[in-house]
T-cell receptor
Framework: DTGVSQDPRHKITKRGQNVTFRCDPISEHNRLYWYRQTLGQGPEFLTYFQNEAQLEKSRLLSDRFSAERPKGSFSTLEIQRTEQGDSAMYLC??????????????FGEGSWLTVV | DQQVKQNSPSLSVQEGRISILNCDYT??????FLWYKKYPAEGPTFLISISSIKDKNEDGRFTVFLNKSAKHLSLHIVPSQPGDSAVYFC???????????FGTGTRLKVLA
């Protein structure tokens, strides 16, 4: 399977704990995105990388959230001191580098986070 | 401020008929649009795209129409099939960026 891969698919954690999600993009894609989706809402943009450079971060990405893509391949999204409001599906997507914004982004299956 | 709006939270259509899903946007700088289908507990699956330089794009049973003056796009599915039952999201990307802003989705139910 050469699609976007996310791990773990489900995570239940206690409030205050740290969690980390991993994303492996489609191999030839150099852009990688993180989105968050809650019930009844569309995916909300968090951040994106081009290769290893983090080019944009949403205001939704508080200082408890950090994303990295150290070698321009896989990425991790860490949430520190989790809160119940962090419960959501965290979606990773990737796209090929193109000449303009006309790039289709392909999503992984998502990582469900439940904070209890 | 919801820049991409899907004002119909749900839609029911008989199998074999046309499904029309609508999306409105407010930012005239959006220049690329995508439609996704999402099943529960899965990630969104890409369906079809359209650039702002076009007003129509077709792929099999799926056709997307873009009306730039009205800042409106629609997804037509013909003929609708029970397997099309899912939540559909439209997404738009502002010119010069690579991020997409999503609508809140429309739940389509195709009745057999």
């Amino acid at each position: 399977d050469t699609g976007v891969s996310q791990d773990p698919r489900h995570k239940i954690t206690k409030r205050g704990q740290n969690v980390t999600f991993r994303c492996d993009p489609i191999s030839e894609h150099n852009r990688l995105y993180w989105y968050r989706q809650t019930l009844g809402q569309g995916p909300e943009f968090l951040t994106y990388f081009q290769n290893e450079a983090q080019l944009e971060k949403s205001r939704l990405l508080s200082d408890r959230f950090s994303a990295e893509r150290p070698k321009g391949s896989f990425s991790t999204l860490e949430i520190q001191r989790t809160e119940q409001g962090d419960s959501a599906m965290y979606l990773c997507a990737s796209s090929e580098k193109g000449g303009s914004s006309g790039n289709t982004i392909y999503f992984g299956e998502g990582s469900w986070l439940t904070v209890v | 401020d919801q820049q991409v709006k899907q004002n119909s939270p749900s839609l029911s259509v008989q199998e074999g008929r046309i499904s029309i899903l609508n999306c409105d946007y407010t930012n005239s700088m959006f220049d690329y649009f995508l439609w996704y289908k999402k099943y529960p507990a899965e990630g969104p699956t890409f369906l079809i795209s359209i650039s702002s330089i076009k007003d129509k794009n077709e792929d099999g049973r799926f056709t997307v129409f873009l009306n730039k003056s009205a800042k409106h796009l629609s997804l037509h599915i013909v003929p609708s099939q029970p397997g099309d039952s899912a939540v559909y999201f439209c997404a738009a990307s502002p010119s010069g960026t690579y991020k997409y802003i999503f609508g809140t989705g429309t739940r389509l139910k195709v009745l057999a």
